[in-house]
């Protein structure tokens, strides 16, 4: 794929995952413009990513309709159109622990953000991409831990990238079927430990979303605890270099691949062990079992 000269859209894309998806298109030679609802750090990633190419930031918050019009808006009068459009702002729940232990508030801020701001990001840009009549490629962003097999401690959270990975498949098939010059791919994370704003997701939490009982996070919910609990196990613990990851997700556009992302291999093994259980009516094993 020729990124140069492209214009992509990044949400979330001022920390994390998403600045690694930022530095490897303007790499690439994409013109970039990154929503992220926190501005202070958006306006030092925009300077300091200016050096490698055209950058810009505008404030997104796309748990909200309005917010995610006005980006669009902003965005159509000055670049002119969006070539790639990567749909990838997400949050945790709020600790995790056990299901049964998380509230409504938990679900409500999870969902607006992973669900509803992903379903929206997309629902905003794509008409406005297909009646343009150029081609474009929309990235969503998911993960194992719900979009392959559920996590019981992070039930939430899973459940969000659950829903994300189904929709992002059925565009794809829809997309497909009615021959459209824009594709839908999504993407899962992955090839190590991440170290993003996930962790520390909470920062940003609306106050009418608090939860209404606070409770102590659970046990290894710092990414430092994570880390080091996996180490006293003797399991991997490796850190995933974030820029590495983005480029890695250009790779596999350039291959025309649906699903992005390193070591993607590995949950055939797993699904074959799902597929088995329900064919047999039996309780489907988990990513980590």
């Known amino acids: 794929m020729e990124y140069a000269g492209k214009i992509a859209v990044v949400t979330g894309g001022a920390g994390g995952i998403g600045r690694g998806l930022v530095v490897a298109l ?58 790639l459009l990567f749909a ?15 509230e409504l508030n938990d679900w409500r801020w999870c969902f607006s953000v992973n669900v509803f701001g992903c379903a929206g990001t997309v629902l905003t840009f794509l008409p406005r991409m297909l009646a343009a009549g150029g081609e474009g490629e929309i990235i969503t962003t998911s993960s194992g831990d719900g979009g392959v097999a559920p996590v019981p401690h992070a039930s939430v959270y899973a459940a969000s990238k659950a829903a994300v990975s189904c929709f992002t498949e059925a565009l794809a098939h829809q997309l497909q079927k009615t021959e459209a010059k824009v594709g839908a791919h999504v993407f899962y994370p992955g090839g190590g430990l991440l170290d993003t704003g996930l962790w520390t997701a909470q920062r940003n939490r609306p106050e009418e979303l608090a939860r209404v ?77």
């Open 26 to 83: 303007l790499t690439r030679g994409a013109q970039v413009v990154i929503g992220d609802i926190e501005v202070p750090q958006l306006n030092a990633t925009v300077e300091a990513l200016s050096e490698l190419g055209q950058v810009r930031g505008i404030r997104l918050d796309v748990s909200s309709g309005e917010s995610l019009e006005a980006f669009a808006d902003d965005i159509y009068a000055n670049e002119g159109r969006v070539d």
């Open 88 to 102: 990838n702002a997400g949050v945790t729940s709020g600790g995790g622990g056990l299901p049964w232990e998380q």
């Open 213 to 289: 009982k606070p409770r102590p996070p659970a046990p290894g919910t710092t990414f430092a605890e994570f880390k080091a609990q996996l180490e006293q196990l003797g399991l991997p613990a490796d850190v995933v270099d974030l820029d590495w990851l983005g480029m890695k997700v250009l790779e596999d556009l350039d291959e025309g691949k649906f699903i992005l992302g390193p070591n993607i291999e590995k949950f055939g093994p797993l699904l074959h062990e799902r597929a088995d259980a329900i064919a047999a009516g039996q309780l489907p094993p988990t990513l980590l079992h």
